[in-house]
């Protein structure tokens, strides 16, 4: 095996799309350097250019100019050998409806040329937990089974990297947690994992080094945690018990006041809520509810871009 330190490495890639007469430009001198054996978040509203990417890697878009390394292999050397190096789990669940995971599993072996004596599908199956369904139609499997199957034929050709466009996208929380776990899984068994993801949370929860895209340009790139420590504006509302004017010294935060309802934002890395609830108490602020929020990509972007 070639020893590499990064499992992608790109450099300057750009990317421009051509509609009838518009000029899309879906990514702008984009960098990235994935480390081995990390699990590395593309961070980005719609648009921002992470399908591109992923595309680009996987060989079905190309780039229009740039350097893009898989594990050590330029792809515009060896296009082949360097798709061999990864797989890929499309954001769509498009899955034959009539395939079994089974059959499923062997189809995409068999495309690969891994021998039959050399194929893990029961293995894959059984670390998935699709054993119970191995031979049941795709049709009849839930979006969780379904979004497992597509990490499964990801895998079968022992991929040392795992590339994941959107896991979580409209799928349940419970559901999001176990994809989480499994990601998890794969990323302690020495496989690299790259994911894009439109929700700071699980960026947040599973990722070491984060890409923040925005309209195809980085606007930053960090380890995870120099990345929160940017992201600390926290919003948090409380339903008053009665309308009643606000005092200086709850004035020192961004506030506003709808009705009853008193919403502030604070900088975590200064005050923490208690401090505020604290504060409400002196001034005898009396409140019926908190809700607190977690500052969304949105806030992150508004602040990446104003600083
Ligand atoms: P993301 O995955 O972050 O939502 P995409 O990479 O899908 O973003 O899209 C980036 C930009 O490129 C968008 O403006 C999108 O409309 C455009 N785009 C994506 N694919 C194509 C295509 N095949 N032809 C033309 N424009 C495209
Ligand atoms: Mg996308």
Not at 194 to 208: F, I, K, M, N, V
Not at 219 to 244: P, R, T, Y
Request: glycine residues 6%; hydrophobic residues 35%; proline residues 3%.
């Amino acid at each position: 095996m070639s020893d590499y330190k990064y499992s992608i490495d790109a450099e300057n890639v750009n990317k421009i799309y051509f509609k009838k007469s518009n000029k899309i430009e879906a990514l702008i001198n984009f960098n990235i350097k994935i480390k081995k054996n990390s699990i590395y978040g593309l961070l980005g509203p719609n648009g921002a250019g992470k399908s591109t990417f992923i595309n680009i890697l996987g060989g079905l878009v190309k780039k229009s100019n740039g350097i893009v390394k898989i594990c050590g292999i330029d792809i515009d050397q060896d296009s082949k050998k360097s798709k061999f190096k990864i797989g890929i789990v499309p954001q769509e669940l498009n899955i034959d409806p009539f395939f079994s995971p089974v059959e499923l599993l062997e189809l995409q072996a068999g495309l690969y040329g891994i021998p039959k004596n050399k194929r893990k599908t029961e293995e894959i199956l059984d670390n998935l937990k699709l054993t119970d369904q191995r031979n049941a139609y795709a049709r009849t499997l839930s979006g969780g089974m379904r979004r497992r199957l597509l990490i499964a034929k990801a895998l079968v050709h022992s991929p040392e990297m795992l590339i994941l466009d959107e896991p979580t996208a409209g799928v349940d929380i419970d559901i999001r947690s176990s994809v989480w776990n499994y990601i998890k899984k794969i990323n302690n068994s020495g496989t690299t994992i790259c994911l894009t993801t439109h929700y700071l949370e699980e960026a947040e929860q599973l990722c070491d080094y984060i890409t923040i895209l925005n309209e195809g340009r980085v606007i930053a790139s960090d380890s995870k945690k120099n990345l929160l420590s940017l992201i600390s504006i926290k919003k948090v509302s409380f339903i008053l018990k009665k309308e009643q004017l606000i005092p200086n010294s709850v004035k020192r935060f961004k506030y506003n006041l709808n009705e009853n309802i008193l919403n502030i934002e604070y900088d975590k890395n200064k005050t923490s809520l208690n401090e505020i609830i604290k504060l409400l108490d002196q001034e005898k602020i009396e409140f019926t509810e908190i809700n607190t929020y977690e500052s969304n990509l949105e806030d992150t972007f508004l602040k990446l871009i104003k600083d």
